[in-house]
C-alpha cells in the first residue's frame, strides 16, 4: 500500500489498552478540529470533530479533547482493537478559508 | 449514498507531461477541496472549488490548476510535471456548511 510517512512517530499498544494520541496545532484562530484515521491504500477517514467552544467530545470508542490555552488536541481510543492499526491525523480549520492544516500523523499499532 | 469517487486510481506520467485529475463529490456537496500528500511533505492543500468557483488555494506553483463544472465534479491539472509531483492527490467533498469533509482514495501520480 501507499507510504503516508516514512517516518511517523508510532504508538503501540496492546488489544484492548485504551490508546492516547495527542497534536500540537499552530493556529490559534483556528475553530473546528478533526481527527481522520487513514489505512494503507485508503484516503483519509472521519473519526471524529470539536469546535472551538467545546474541550470534550465523545463518539463510539472515541473521545476528542481540546485545550486551546496550549494548542493541544488529543484522540482516545478505548479498548483498541487490531481494526484500529492506522495513521491517525489531526486537522485544523480557521474561519477565514475552507482549508484544512494537517498534523504529522502518529502510526498506531496494536498488538494482538 | 455513493462517497467521493477519484479516478483514475494510478497514473504514471513522464517528468514534462501534463494530468488531469476528476474526482465526483458525494451528491448534493457543493464544496471540493484538493490536497497532495507526500511522505516528506505530508498533507498540503492546493485548492477549494465551491458551486464552479475558486475559494480558496494553497501554497503551489500554477502549474497546479483545477475547475469545477456545474454538477460539481471537479478536475485538477497539473502541467509540466517534475518528479516532486509524484504523490498521493486527495479529493475532499463539503456539503454547504463545510464542516464535514469526506476524502476520496485518491489517485496516486508518479513522475518518472
Redo the contacts between chains.
Sequence with gaps: GESVGLHLPTLSVQEGDNSIINCAYSNSASDYFIWYKQESGKGPQFIIDIRSNMDKRQGQRVTVLLNKTVKHLSLQIAATQPGDSAVYFCAEKNNAGNMLTFGGGTRLMVKP | KAG?T?TPRYLIKTRGQQVTLSCSPISGHR?V?W?Q?T??Q????LF?Y?SETQ??K?NFPGRFSGRQFSNSRSEMNVSTLELGDSA?Y?C?S?DNN?????????T?LTVV
Design positions: 467521493v477519484q464544496s477541496s490536497y500528500q511522505p516528506g505530508g498533507l498540503q492543500f477549494e465551491f475559494r480558496n494553497g498521493l486527495l475532499a463539503g463545510d464542516y464535514g469533509y469526506t476524502f476520496g482514495s485518491g496516486r
